[in-house]
């Protein structure tokens, strides 16, 4: 099954092409790599595939899903962590999470499962987002992703934040979330820590994306 199909995609931010005619195929179960500098368009393209965005120019589909007429539909299927790790500061790590779980339809047991499986202690669980450290929020928000339980995963810069614990963590819950039939599609401007989770890896740069070595 075909989960990501761009074909000559076009996305305009203040009429630049961040994406400048873009071409893709992930099919599910995979882990795809995009590697490319800062500015290459990487973080374009996972919001374009998110449903945040609409494209401009080409053919963009999801999950099947036209991504310039039903883009709504999308986004209930898909988990984004990007830059920003979009927890409500005023909330605890344990609420924001039952946020998600409540509009998930999962139980609460599915949130302290998630936290358990990320490794945030229990002491912290009741601290507002807004107080916890850059890593402690990155571990929150890989938890969401983990209590939705979406079919695609899109991790922007995953590893950034996290120690050599949580770095080792993300990869476990990454590769278990693609044996069970998830697609991943992770971005980073360096391929290192991230070339051992992918299942093939494209270069990024200038909007466009090229084919790497598979791994």
């Not at 992703?145 to 995963?153: A, K, Q």
Request: with cysteine; glycine share 14%.
């Amino acid at each position: 099954m075909t989960v990501v199909s761009l074909r000559g995609a076009v996305v305009l931010l203040g009429g630049f092409p961040a994406l400048a005619g873009a071409d893709l195929g992930v099919d599910r179960g995979e882990v795809v790599l995009v590697s490319g500098p800062n500015g290459a368009g990487k973080s374009t393209l996972l919001h374009l595939c998110a449903g945040l965005l609409r494209p401009a120019a080409g053919q963009a589909e999801v999950l099947g899903c036209d991504l310039d007429a039903d883009r709504a539909r999308v986004r209930r299927r898909v988990g984004l962590l990007g830059h920003d790790t979009s927890l409500y500061g005023d909330l605890s790590a344990a609420e924001n999470l039952r946020v998600w779980a409540r509009a998930c339809r999962v139980g609460a047991a599915d949130v302290g499962g998630a936290l358990d499986r990320l490794g945030l202690p229990a002491r912290l669980r009741d601290v507002p987002a807004a107080r916890l450290s850059a890593g402690q929020r990155r571990r929150v928000a890989l938890a969401a992703i983990v209590v939705r339980r979406p079919e695609l995963w899109l991790l922007d810069e995953p590893h950034a934040g996290l120690d050599v614990e949580g770095r080792e963590i993300l990869d476990d819950i990454v590769t278990a979330a693609a044996a069970a039939g998830a697609t991943v599609v992770l971005a980073s401007h360096e391929a290192g820590p991230a070339a051992g989770l992918a299942t093939r890896t494209l270069a990024m740069a200038g909007g466009t994306l090229t084919p790497g070595p598979t791994t």
